[in-house]
């Protein structure tokens, strides 16, 4: 369990909205931005600002006290696939009357952008990042949102980290926006092979269990998130390697 703290200036430049997003986050599965260990026990923010960007991390009370640090102008959070640890999941959702095949990408260590102005609304760094790559933001589960161009999810079945099924996301560029695990509920492969593609969420979802498979929880999240106005999707192709490259 966390106890968390924000010192009176980190409170004063958050504002209200900053600080009620800031501490609505669940702390269960992040890690201390200091040390990379899991948060327990007392827990301190950080706010790392410089430029038009400021950026909200959590570290455990012996590794620093809540603060402000001070950077450049230049400085902004860094992308997603440049150290985030992200978890993913993967459920068969209804939008409409359809079944779609989703992947949810939460963040293992809670990082958020902070907008400039007198609302301080804090926005998912992920989320950020995608929005810039041409996600949209997700209001409601009615229908998938637009699929992105030259995204691609390629899924490794039975060649995961651990030997378990693997999933790698790649951005335009080849970058690596996601590589890992991926514990996919029955019907979902068959579901992808049907449209060729996956529905990719992420935001301020909140401590999902990949392994869980419970579609109402990750269903309940994901709403609770877009009207929150905390969640961004697009559609991504979806498929397998062929047997050489597998």
Sequence with gaps: MTDLHMSPAVRALLGPEGIA????????????????????GAVNTVVRTGGTCTHVVYVHDHCGPSEIIQLGPDFAPAE?????????TAAV??????DLPVLVAETVSKAYVVSDGPTGELTNVVASHLLGCGFHLVTRLRQAPPQVAEWVGVLLLGHGPAG???????????????TG???????????????????????NVGGLDPRAHDAKATARALRTAAQAGQLVGARIAVGTPGPAQA
């Design 93 to 98: 959702l209804d939008h409409g009357g359809a």
């Design 21 to 40: 997003r800031a501490a609505e986050v669940s702390l269960s599965n992040g890690q201390c931005a200091t040390c990379r260990t899991p948060l327990n």
């Design 181 to 203: 695990s991926v514990d996919l509920p029955d019907g979902w492969l068959t579901h992808a092979a049907r449209y060729g593609w996956a529905v990719l969420y992420a935001g």
């Design 164 to 178: 378990e099924d693997g999933l790698l996301i790649l951005d335009p560029d080849g970058g690596q926006f996601y």
């Design 80 to 88: 997603p696939d440049g150290g985030y640890d992200m978890t993913m």
